[in-house]
């Protein structure tokens, strides 16, 4: 055993959806990724994947409650055993972290790449864990950003992949049978995708979905909800993280092309009202753009009503109302956060479990009248919106994308890592409490945010506060950092230390495990 974790955890064990995963049966011989058989799946079928929304209201005053108290951090005593651990168990790690830093501009390439006190370099992805190059194993929250709801490296995918790769490679150039069938089934689950176009992320994917809307409204203005994350492309490095920031991380992007971006507030729909009434009066709005859990996820999360508030504004103003369900889908079930909240948007972005975890995940969706504006081929003469990629919806992330979203069908992996994120959260809020912390712990679903600093929620809503909360959300980001750092060393791979995203793979008993190491680290502040 080689994490922190006190007796009190017990170590890792290997779950027996990892030993799943190793085995070479195929999809047929192994009849869930699951863990307790095809009993299990039957009763797994039901399981809702957004079992229940959170009260809002009641969380924004514990939001408010956390961020206008003094931090609770790892204590100064702590902090020097968390950070010995790595010294003493990840030397692996370090020296490529080292080589890396040397050829790699700050030795990490990934913006996820958790690097405090250096990036952990993963050898094995199995099922809930992965293995460093040192040996350690960790409990996997951090999903490479959320895509393998599946779990790691699950076998029916691989085993499809392989096949694929022995018959035509990752990539042509041409039409691949499974561009059709992942596509079909997409759209046979999403209420609002009548077509599909795939690209090869979801900040492809939302730069081709606004450069659609513009396209299609010949309006130019896009409102996008402050906080949320929409990919990096140059208009949308714009109210990134915490809401009104406007420009504070575009450096390097002039201002022409944030010229047309703005942002509200979440939750706000008469702030959104009064933005689209302004921007009528100049040309009009062609789309509102958001996450519809909220921003980051839901690291702000939306009152229940807020998207349908949205919908109405946008069929008033005539603007499209576009989803970036790049974490929603499939997340939120497979009809994504649309089908649970019963709002139809004219655009969907996603990404992330679109290829099931493969590369190249990105794709537009949306009504077809709207998506015939995509129209591709080289010999069109149509009035488009010119987007592409070499490598989008190459036949290898296609068959990946295919067979998981088939995965998820048959194993309802939406609703059972849903239940593993309601225990984890159940878990936590037990911990919290017992120990007088004043931490926030919720989920939607499988999402479970852990608001222990409470950087991402500080109010920024003027810019005298932003001023003023400058030295605030430093302290606060170190001790975010700290906290992810004391996770590691438990053996629990976080997102960043402040959410955690589960899936398929998660059984009570790799939930529990996790528990007792939460416990742990908590102990510790
Ligand atoms: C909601 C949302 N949209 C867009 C993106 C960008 O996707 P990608 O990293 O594939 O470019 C992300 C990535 O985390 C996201 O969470």
Known sequence: ?????????????????????????????????????????????????????????????????????????????????????????????????????????????????????????????????????????????????????????????????????????PVTGLLHAYEVELAERVCRHMPGVEMLRMLGSGTEAVMGAVRLARTFTRRQRVIK????????????????????????????????????????LPNDPEALRRLLRWNRLRGGTAAVLLEPFGPESGTRPVHREFNAQVRALCDEFGALLIFDEVVTGFRAGLGGAQAYFGVTPDLTVLGKCLAGGYPMAGAIGGKREIMMSLVGGIGTTSRRAFVGGTLSANPLSCVAGYHALLEAER????????????????????????????????????????????????????LWKLFRLK??????????????????????????????????????????????????VMALT
């Open 471 to 520: 030295d605030e959300a430093r302290r606060r980001k170190h001790m975010m950092e700290e906290m992810g750092a004391a996770f590691t060393a438990h053996g629990l791979i976080s997102v960043a230390g402040s959410r955690l995203y589960t899936s398929l793979a998660d059984t009570d008993a790799v939930i529990d495990d996790a528990l007792n190491r939460f416990d742990d």
């Open 1 to 169: 055993m080689s994490s922190l974790a006190s007796s009190s955890s017990s170590p890792p064990s290997p779950s027996p959806s990892a030993s799943a995963s190793s085995s070479p049966a195929s999809p047929s011989a192994t009849p869930s990724l699951a863990t307790d058989g095809p009993a299990r799946e039957t009763a797994d079928a039901d399981l809702p994947a957004v079992p229940t929304w959170p009260d809002t209201h009641a969380l924004y005053e514990r939001f408010a409650a956390l961020v206008n108290q003094p931090m609770r951090p790892i204590r100064p005593d702590a902090m020097p055993k968390v950070l010995r651990w790595f010294d003493e168990h990840c030397a692996g790690s370090k020296r490529l972290a080292e080589r890396a830093a040397t050829v790699i501009p700050g030795g990490v390439q990934h913006n996820l790449a958790f690097n405090h006190p250096f990036p952990l370099a993963i050898a094995q992805a199995r099922g809930a864990h992965l293995t460093d190059v040192d040996g350690n194993r960790y409990i996997d929250f951090l999903q490479a950003g959320g895509p393998t709801l599946l779990g790691s490296n699950p076998p029916a995918v691989r085993e499809a992949v392989q096949a694929l790769l022995d018959d035509c490679g």
């Open 225 to 264: 909800i402050g906080g949320a994350y929409h990919g990096w492309s140059d208009q949308l490095v714009y109210g990134m993280r915490l809401p009104k920031t406007g420009r504070m991380e575009a450096t390097g992007i002039p201002r022409g092309a944030t010229a047309h971006t703005q942002e509200c």
């Open 411 to 462: 194993t309802n992996a939406p609703g059972v890592a849903a239940r593993a994120g309601d225990r984890l959260r159940r878990g936590l809020e037990e911990i919290i409490e017992r120990r007088g912390l004043p931490y926030v712990a919720y989920n939607i679903g499988s999402i479970v945010h852990l608001q222990t600093s409470g950087v991402l929620l500080l109010d920024t809503s003027s």
